[in-house]
T-cell receptor, first 112, second 114 residues
């Protein structure tokens, strides 16, 4: 089944404890992207990747890192999480930037 | 910097009626996307509009793009309850170096009632 898989789905953690949210797609997609969704602020792009080893900042990259070492995986790394990174995160992928994106089910992060 | 504005932000419709959601953007964008999100769920891609004058239709939804007016519309025909959801548009900054960067509108919460 074609899908975008995010893990974990839910995480409660503490300020400063490094964490990684994984994103994997099985559709051989080139374009992958991370978004965060906050009440009143809507959806904002964090980072995106046009292909392997090609990543770029979205609108809100501060406090996040990404890597794209292989086509299927695009992990989101929070080196030193802070409470303002408490949010609902979505990973998405598409064949190219011109194609419809497939979204993961979301990861709800709470940073205390 | 691209700004994307949707209106209305809230839309309460009667079943069977027609309505349009508007998506205005501030700078040149050559890609316009529409998404749907049901409460508590992830997002679903509806349409990708790639050129001026592009029109796409799926069921009761039709999306169009006018790059000269910097406007995309999502038209709903004969609304049914199943269309109740939040609808987002998003565009890229065609003139910038970050070509794959997407900026979203605030979202339109659509409620269809009998």
């Amino acid at each position: 089944e074609a899908q975008v898989t995010q893990n974990p789905r839910y995480l409660i953690t503490v300020t400063g404890k490094k964490l990684t949210v994984t994103c994997s797609q099985n559709m051989n997609h080139e374009y992958m992207s991370w978004y965060r969704q906050d009440p009143g602020l809507g959806l904002r792009q964090i980072y995106y990747s046009m292909n392997v080893e090609v990543t770029d900042k979205g609108d809100v990259p501060e406090g996040y890192k990404v890597s794209r070492k292989e086509k299927r995986n695009f992990p989101l790394i929070l080196e030193s999480p802070s409470p303002n990174q408490t949010s609902l995160y979505f990973c998405a992928s598409s064949f190219t930037f011109n194609q419809p994106q497939h979204f993961g089910d979301g990861t709800r992060l709470s940073i205390l | 910097e691209l700004k994307v504005e949707q209106n209305p932000l809230f839309l309460s419709m009667q079943e069977g009626k027609n309505y349009t959601i508007y998506c205005n953007y501030s700078t040149t964008s050559d890609r316009l996307y529409w998404y749907r999100q049901d409460p508590g769920k992830s997002l679903e891609s509806l349409f990708v509009l790639l050129s001026n004058g592009a029109v796409k239709q799926e069921g009761r939804l039709m999306a169009s793009l006018d790059t000269k007016a910097r406007l995309s519309t999502l038209h709903i025909t004969a609304a049914v309850h199943d269309l109740s959801a939040t609808y987002f548009c998003a565009g890229n900054n065609a003139g910038g170096t970050s070509y794959g960067k997407l900026t979203f509108g605030q979202g339109t919460i659509l409620t269809v009632h009998p």
